[in-house]
């Protein structure tokens, strides 16, 4: 991803329009990706308002997906890695239902290290390892992860907040560090054949695309190209609540 400079100012702009109360028609589907800049703010057990909405509705798609038999961390357990993790608030709440999984937080923005280090910590069930920097344009290989080792990897809410050179580092990177037959699991808004819809998400795409002509709602059609071009193919697409959708794509 793309090191931004994302000042405290904007941040607050933004947060006021996602943190609105909820509705059927009316929410927006975004959960920012908190990103500050040299202006941030570095302290620890960062909160997100959206992440805290969203946090159990994915859970409740993961425990679909996410197949651990032991209850405990092993050699041999699963490797979940979470791309672009923010506040991390996501991850510890996923890690104390899959004992046996590793959990692997990461960001490109060392302003939130504090926050992930604090709930990585602070998991009870003592999973989630300590953050690590990924720049996700770079290959993996670059942050020590070899070809086909990765059992899950987890992006949420970066896609339509990045430029495009962000999916396409997303997929190469899945396309090369899963495992056969391994899961990416990405979640946020998406547009399908060209449309996008409600008409707050019209509007949310519109408000990205004034702050930074390279941010944007991106079509499903165009990541499922991306997906053939990786070797991932998408299997499921989940609708979730405000307006956002979960996919599922597989390595083949």
Not at 2 to 17: A, R, T, V, Y
Not at 91 to 105: D, E, I, L
Not at 144 to 158: K, L, R, T, V
Not at 194 to 206: K, L, R, W, Y
Request: aromatic share 10%; hydrophobic share 35%; with cysteine.
């Amino acid at each position: 991803m793309l090191k931004k400079s994302f000042n405290i100012k904007l941040f607050i702009k933004i947060q006021k329009i996602i943190n609105r109360p909820m509705s059927k028609t009316n929410d927006i589907a975004c959960n920012v990706n908190v990103n500050h800049g040299s202006g941030g703010y570095n302290g620890e057990k960062l909160i997100s308002p959206a992440a805290s909405r969203n946090k159990d509705p994915i859970l409740q798609v993961l425990k679909r997906f996410i197949i651990c038999d032991i209850d405990q961390i092993e050699d041999e357990s699963p490797l979940f890695v979470e791309i672009a993790s923010g506040t991390g608030q996501h991850v510890s709440h996923f890690a104390p239902h899959f004992p046996g999984v590793k959990f692997q937080p990461s960001d490109v923005d060392k302003n939130v290290f504090g926050s992930l280090s604090f709930y990585a910590t602070n998991c009870p069930t003592k999973n989630i390892l300590q953050p690590i920097m990924i720049d996700i344009q770079n290959k993996l290989s670059h942050y020590g992860f070899e070809e086909n080792s990765i059992d899950y990897m987890y992006n949420a809410n970066m896609i339509h907040i990045s430029p495009y050179e962000c999916t396409i580092g997303l997929f190469e990177n899945a396309g090369h560090y899963l495992k056969p037959e391994a899961l990416m699991i990405t979640y946020g808004p998406y547009s399908k054949d060209g449309v996008i819809t409600p008409q707050s998400n019209i509007s949310f795409d519109a408000s990205l695309r004034e702050r930074n002509p390279l941010w944007g709602i991106r079509d499903i059609n165009d990541l499922i190209k991306l997906g053939d071009e990786n070797n991932l193919s998408l299997i499921d697409t989940i609708e979730m609540p405000a307006n956002n959708m979960t996919l599922i794509w597989k390595k083949d």
